[in-house]
């Protein structure tokens, strides 16, 4: 088993250029946006892994009933870290991981505006990322107040252990990371676009990066405050949570989710972007209706900055009728998304290699988590359903279901792009079905448990009738999935091993980055196409082979 | 007039956060008087004021060939079809870009009405690095006691000071290229400013 | 655990698979009420199911592209009239829920403003619960496992009028199908009818701290004249509210009993309550 603070150098060694061997130096000191990109996604993975082998852990601490494996205490810091470190040392991150290495190759140019921001952005990620998970050095243990931090019990008298400081002082780092980080993505798409792209030619991943970048800089100042406000109350004598000095608890989990909730967004947007990249280039065809896409992407964005409460139905503070109208109406441009790729599919010509099986499986997953999200957020449906595993499912089922099958998605359309190497289609193929049969079998039990009423963030649960039946289920599922983790890591090293044979294209795609070497030259392009569409390659591509038949019949 | 009222001489950019902008401060509107909850409604306000502003700041910059685009386009559109955007004018007749100037675009035509000449990338450098270690051990300072902050500070001032200083040596550099020809307002402000450090 | 665990996770799989979202039979007029709703959504968002996968596995089966097939399908790029369905559907859809969900939460409010004959005070506190009567005088407060017990009469609207004292805790009633958090500075009302006797489980349901799993209570419906014999019982037994102690801060997990902590259905208890009165 991995220490809980690895991350895989290996994977690192075999991303500098061949035969250069570890251009270690080059690596810390770099400015390009590529190298950026791959050591966010190299450390967010690391940071999956570490996280991944937490969730294990409780899974197999919650198989029967009874403390078998961890105490009450070591239970707590596990669920804390496993969620923090998931959604913001590996989610975001991975956004930004994609974003820093696209978005420059997306709209054709050198760089970001700022590189030096960027790599600045980089390392307050990493080093906040290690100082959270420092906490499980120090001897009063990892922070055990929930991902979520919830005052009082997170304030001092309740939560004693020094990681809980360590995860404020961590997620400040990397809060102040994501801001400076979408600070360069926005700025780039706005003035580095190659000439002829205009908003409405920019690919739709590029887009989505946008609004996603303009949620970040609206979103991460609440939590940043929300967490400065926390840190002075443990330990400057503050009161801004505590009830008995005029402080309320419930101010916290305003700015909590009106950062959380666009979060939930930050994370998903992008992904949704990665695939209206995937489905056209497999189907062959453009995404339908481009527009309405791109419309859509901006509607979620501004109403997932208005759905914050629908976290709090359960505390009485707020009010219940606007938070489930702006909660419903999300699921309409979400929909508007959801037919978009399945008629880019009808009427094309499909191929499954492995990003457009990831692909698929999302569209499957993605919809039941699409749908109980509507069920959550009716609020009396949610006074059932908040805080048991009903919530705990549908969370990774928009997270796990959505965002990270859309990763894989990514991960493997991108890869030959980022390392000139394909991966193994077998390999990647066999990590594909582990990983969404173990995600059916985690998951799907969990709904059950919590319709019955399992609440979540419990050790340990009552041997009533069933749960100990589902609860074995679930963990053998999550154990399912531990292991295509593995199936595609060694793919990773078996391509690494290989010679480059990728080429710029082997997808035929459709956007920019496809029209660089593969991986990309220092400074990316070496020319452009003509950019007259959203799909520049395409037209180049098409434009190319009506020259070779015109010329064939121009000279009989 | 229409084209007027939606805005639709301006750039896509500029319409994008004046549209965000007004949803903020609508729904803030909505919420106070559903609900005169205070929390929210700031955060609200500060959402819709913080896009709004950004989307004045882009309209009152208008640029002058989007301005130039966008009366090509309406003609264009008044005599033919009707146009579809004042920010997509496919009527810009576009080159194959090759060679140096590729990067970073920078022609400056109404597709990307915002863009920058690139200026000079920097090269390898461990201000960034430096920085960040320095930021990350003074703020766990107030988790573990001061000293860490005298042993944060030390990477702080290396990296700030090695980024500042190689910044201020490129602007310089990029002004000295370009000043005679591209910037002429510009420039003398940007030479003495550097000039004084 | 005397099966083998192969067949009760095969077992398990296949009650996953046939249950899944099966909630806990209501036995509240309020569970009732969310009940109906949530049997409305799970319809609606079965035809959503079936209209969308269909669609999509349609296209999967029906549009796969022939190998060495070198010619581009028909480049279309979308199509208004379709856009146009695809949200104005959902669109319309999402208005009728909403108008069902904020029914019911009048209904709720509707109950909090009605006449309830049993007033409680319920205040959550690490990790136990108190329980006041203020009108009739009694106390019931427990700490950890098996938790204490709320006596209601059948058929009668109760009004909860709920706190916390430390962290936010959360009253949850499984058969209830609610719960609501107990806030610190906060003063949380709801109302509940329980149509039949019995006794129900409750849990508390936000993170509160390292024995969160540790603080259940007990929901007793019993007719009226039980009830009125209950009350009369424990009258005057604690006429101030107790600060609890020991605490369990204090408390060696092992003593707090976990395998007594009861499933969350009606049970009998094993263990009288631990009410501690102080006189």
């Known amino acids: 088993m991995t220490t809980l603070t690895d991350t895989p150098p290996p994977v690192a060694a075999a991303h500098a250029p061949a035969g250069a061997g570890l251009d270690l130096l080059g690596w810390l000191a770099t400015t390009d946006h590529k190298r950026i990109g791959i050591m966010y996604g190299i450390a967010a993975l690391g940071f999956f892994l570490a996280a991944g082998v937490m969730a294990l852990v409780m899974r197999a601490e919650l198989a029967v009933p009874g403390l078998q494996l961890v105490t009450e205490q070591g239970y707590n810091g596990l669920f804390t870290i496993h969620g923090t470190a998931m959604m913001l040392l590996f989610a975001t991150p991975m956004v930004a991981a994609f974003a820093n290495y696209l978005i420059p190759l997306q709209v054709g140019a050198a760089d970001m505006v700022y590189p030096r921001l960027n790599a600045l952005s980089f390392w307050l990620f990493l080093f906040g990322g290690l100082v959270v998970l420092s906490g499980f050095l120090v001897a009063s243990g990892p922070a055990d107040i929930g991902w979520t931090g919830y005052p009082p019990n997170s304030t001092l008298p309740y939560s004693t252990t020094t990681g809980t400081d360590l995860w404020i002082v961590g997620l400040l780092l990397t809060g102040v990371a994501s801001i400076l980080g979408a600070l360069n993505f926005v700025v780039t798409i706005f003035t580095r676009r190659a000439p002829g792209m205009s908003m409405f030619r920019m690919p739709v991943f590029t887009w989505s990066m946008l609004v996603t970048s303009i949620l970040i800089l609206y979103a991460f100042p609440a939590i940043t405050a929300a967490l400065i406000m926390l840190l002075l109350e443990r330990r400057f004598g503050a009161e801004f949570f505590n009830p008995s000095a005029g402080g309320d608890p419930v101010l916290w989990q305003h700015l909590f989710w009106f950062f959380g909730h666009p979060e939930v967004y930050i994370i998903a947007l992008p992904f949704f972007g990665v695939m209206g990249e995937t489905f056209p280039v497999f189907s062959r065809k453009p995404l339908f209706g481009y527009r309405a896409f791109v419309l859509a992407t901006i509607f979620i964005g501004a109403y997932s900055m208005t759905v914050w409460a629908h976290h709090m139905f359960t505390t009485g503070a707020i009010n219940l009728p606007f938070f489930s109208a702006t909660s419903f109406i999300i699921a309409v441009p979400t929909g508007v998304k959801f037919f978009n790729w399945i008629f880019t599919m009808i009427g094309g010509k499909l191929w499954f290699p492995a990003p457009m099986l990831w692909s698929v499986g999302f569209l499957f997953t993605f919809l039941f988590g699409g749908i109980t999200g509507v069920l959550v957020a009716s609020a009396p449906l949610d006074f059932q359903f908040q805080d048991t595993y009903f919530v705990v499912a549908h969370l990774h089922n928009v997270l796990v279901g959505g965002s990270v099958f859309a990763m894989w998605a990514g991960i493997t359309f991108w890869f030959p792009k980022f390392t000139g190497r394909r991966l193994n289609e077998p390999l990647a193929q066999a990590h594909f079905w582990l990983w969404t049969i173990g995600f059916v079998v985690t998951f799907l039990p969990q709904y059950q448990l919590g319709a019955w009423g399992m609440p979540r963030r419990y050790a340990d649960y009552p041997a009533a009738p069933g749960w100990t039946e589902l609860n074995v289920v679930s963990t053998i599922g999550s154990f399912c999935i531990a292991a295509s983790v593995v199936v595609f890591l060694v793919a990773v090293v078996e391509a690494l091993r290989r010679p480059r044979d990728a080429g710029p294209d082997p997808w035929q795609a459709n956007s920019l980055e496809w029209w660089a070497d593969s991986p990309p030259a220092h400074h990316n392009f070496r020319s452009l196409p003509p950019i007259r569409s959203a799909r520049p390659v395409f037209d180049a591509r098409v434009a190319a082979r009506e020259a070779q038949r015109g010329g064939a019949e121009d000279r009989p | ?197 | ?279």
């Open chain 3, 1 to 279: 655990m005397s099966r083998r665990p192969g067949w009760r996770a095969i077992g398990g799989l296949a009650l996953g698979f046939a249950v899944a979202g099966c909630l806990p039979a209501p036995v509240t007029s309020q569970g009732r009420e969310v009940a109906r709703l949530y049997g409305t959504f799970l319809l609606i968002a079965a035809l959503v199911a079936i209209v969308v996968l269909g669609l999509a596995i349609f296209a999967i089966l029906r549009y796969r592209g022939a190998p060495g097939d070198d010619e581009l399908p028909p480049q279309v790029h979308g199509n208004l009239k379709f856009e146009a369905l695809w949200t104005g559907i959902p669109l319309v859809t999402i208005v009728g829920l909403l108008v069902l969900t904020v029914l019911v939460l009048n209904s709720f409010n509707d109950a909090v403003r009605a006449n309830a004959s049993v007033e409680v005070r319920v205040t959550g506190f690490r990790w136990g619960w108190r329980f006041v009567y203020p009108n009739d005088g009694v106390v019931m407060e427990g700490i950890g496992a098996p938790g204490p017990e709320l006596y209601v009469p059948v058929g009668e609207n109760v009004r909860v009028t709920m706190t916390g004292e430390d962290v936010i805790h959360a009253f949850y009633v499984p058969q209830f199908l609610f719960k609501k958090d107990a806030i610190p500075g906060h003063e949380n009302q709801f109302a509940f009818t329980v149509d039949e006797a019995g006794r129900y489980g409750g849990q508390c349901a936000e993170f509160c701290g390292i024995y969160h799993s540790r603080m259940p209570f007990t929901v007793v419906a019993v007719p009226r004249a039980e009830y009125d014999e209950w009350l009369a019982a424990n009258r005057g037994l604690a006429p101030s509210l107790a600060t609890p102690e020991p605490s369990l801060v204090t408390a060696a997990p092992t003593q707090l009993a976990p395998e007594a902590t009861g499933p969350y259905e009606s049970v009998e208890p094993t263990v009288q309550p631990s009410v501690t009165t102080s006189p």
């Open chain 2, 1 to 197: 007039m229409i084209r007027r009222l939606l805005l639709l001489d301006h750039p896509q950019e500029t319409r994008f956060f004046l549209f965000v902008g007004a949803f903020g401060l609508a729904l803030a509107t909505v919420y106070w008087f559903l609900t005169y909850e205070v929390a929210g409604t700031v955060l609200l306000l500060g959402f819709g004021a913080g896009a709004g502003l950004l989307g004045v700041g882009l309209y009152r910059s208008r640029p002058g060939a989007v301005r130039a685009g966008a009366d090509a386009a309406r003609r264009d559109a008044d005599a033919s079809e009707a146009g579809r955007d004042g920010g997509d004018a496919s009527a810009v007749d576009q080159v194959t870009a090759g060679g140096e100037d590729v990067p970073g675009g920078g022609a400056g035509g109404v597709d990307t009405p915002f863009s920058t000449p690139l200026g000079r990338l920097p090269g390898e450098t461990l201000a960034p690095l430096a920085l960040g270690l320095g930021m990350a051990l003074g703020l766990t300072a107030v988790v573990f006691g001061p000293w860490l902050l005298v042993a944060g500070l030390v990477p702080l001032a290396w990296g700030a000071w090695t980024w500042l200083t190689a910044a201020r040596d490129e602007l310089r550099a990029a002004v000295r290229q370009e000043a005679p020809e591209t910037a002429p307002d510009l420039a003398p402000d940007l030479v003495a400013d550097t000039g004084e450090r």
